[in-house]
């Protein structure tokens, strides 16, 4: 079965979703538990009037430094799969929101050890005021937040004080 | 001038705002007080390079003069810097950085805000991201305000102190001239001496939280925009362009 590689036979939506596949698989570098596609970051991929396969992917953060990292990712994962043809574009509007996380992406995080953003970044509470996290580890709400910024720039620091573990938390944006 | 030179020159404030004042929280890292702040700060120097990234590589293709963002940022002279003073301004101790990351995150806020409804789709596209990641920096700095201003004697002592010598470098946030003024017309940006009451009215109430009185309103420090420069700045080129001045054209 060869379906996951390029040919130029297939139809322009074939081919795009050949490649959709491809792209949708890479991991996340800095958190490999989840793909581009489960992060929501890779926005589309198609393949336009010259037969060039197209990726679009939204950075989480402006400065993220992984964002060129996923991007030559993103773009050797399609050569790999034989579209030769592959460009990666960054699109910034619509920016970028955790809503976009699929819950598979949210189950795969928890199941790491990163509690997964709590409420819908369009609540005002969860952007301003304190948001109630669980524990990714034992699952008490008990949790206190012991900095608004962690190891990465998507994620803050918190504490559980039932199981007294420290961890992650990917923050509504 | 035309349309496109004021563009570029507004494109090239408002990046070097972001660049110099990530320069700054970047030599933080490895010094902070804590680990904890040690990555905030880290953090939020990130996000402004991120964002200063963004606004360079558009000012670049608007020029049209074959500069990249890489260009702008590390091989101009520093009369050519546009940042706002208070970009530019020394950390000092912790309560200095806090006091200017909070007078700049508390006008940043409804600046990208307003900013995502210009005409100009590529800067609609940048506040987009921009406004929600500064919505966090603004709460981390009125945090630490508030914990360093109703603190100890000697936290309060530094936080009025840091208020005090900053707060003469935020009116050049709302100055309009012929630039601003061009934007403005055009439909790039709002008026920013709309934003003051809002930004007044946040400083204000993170101050009384704080426990602490306003800091004297009077003369303003201006000249960030038209290339004058306190001594500082030089100093933070210096640093900043070393690598691009010893190996030109250098990249990873």
Request: glycine share 6%.
């Amino acid at each position: 079965m060869d379906h996951m590689s390029a040919d130029n036979q297939q139809s322009p939506d074939t081919r795009a979703a050949t490649a959709w596949l491809a792209a949708a698989a890479v991991p996340d570098p800095e958190i490999p538990v989840v793909t581009v596609a489960d992060l929501g970051i890779l926005r589309s991929v198609d393949v336009d009037a010259d037969g060039v396969v197209v990726a679009r992917v939204s950075p989480t953060y402006s400065g993220c430094p992984a964002t060129s990292l996923i991007q030559q990712m993103v773009l050797e994962a399609l050569v790999q799969a034989g579209f030769d043809k592959a460009r990666v574009d960054t699109v910034l509007s619509p920016a970028w929101t955790t809503d976009w996380i699929t819950a598979d992406g949210r189950r795969k995080l928890q199941a790491f050890g990163i509690a997964p953003p709590v409420a819908s970044s369009n609540s005002k509470r969860a952007l301003f005021g304190e948001t109630l996290v669980n524990c990714p580890h034992c699952g008490a709400g008990e949790t206190e937040r012991i900095s608004e910024f962690g190891s990465t720039p998507c994620k803050a620091l918190y504490r559980c004080t039932i199981c007294k573990e420290p961890f992650d938390y990917f923050k509504c944006l | 001038m035309t349309d496109k030179t004021y563009l570029f020159q507004y494109l090239l404030r408002l990046a070097d705002d972001h660049l110099i004042l990530s320069q700054r929280l970047g030599e933080w890292c490895g010094e902070a007080p804590t680990l904890e702040e040690d990555l905030a700060l880290a953090n939020i120097a990130l996000d402004l390079i991120g964002q200063s990234r963004s606004i360079y590589s558009y000012a670049a293709d608007v020029e049209n003069k074959g500069r990249d963002e890489d260009h702008l940022a590390f091989v101009r002279v520093e009369r050519d810097y546009r940042n706002a003073l208070i970009a530019e301004q020394p950390n000092g101790d912790f309560a200095h950085t806090i006091a200017r990351q909070f007078f700049v995150s508390a006008f940043m806020v409804p600046f990208w805000r307003e900013m995502e409804s210009s005409n100009d789709l590529m800067l609609a596209a940048i506040a987009a991201k921009a406004s929600k990641e500064v919505a966090y920096h603004l709460r981390h700095a009125s945090e630490w305000v508030i914990r360093l201003g109703d603190g100890t004697e000697e936290s309060r002592e530094r936080m009025i102190e840091a208020l005090d010598d900053l707060f003469i470098f935020t009116g050049e946030m709302f100055e309009v001239d012929e630039t601003v003024e061009a934007m403005i017309r055009s439909g790039v940006c709002t008026d920013p001496s709309s934003l003051m009451g809002e930004w007044l009215q946040t400083v204000q109430s993170v101050i009384a939280q704080a426990t602490l009185e306003m800091p004297d309103t009077g003369f303003m420090q201006t000249g960030g925009r038209m290339g004058r420069h306190t001594e500082h700045l030089g100093h933070i080129l210096s640093e900043l362009q070393y690598m691009q001045r010893t190996y030109p054209g250098q990249v990873w």
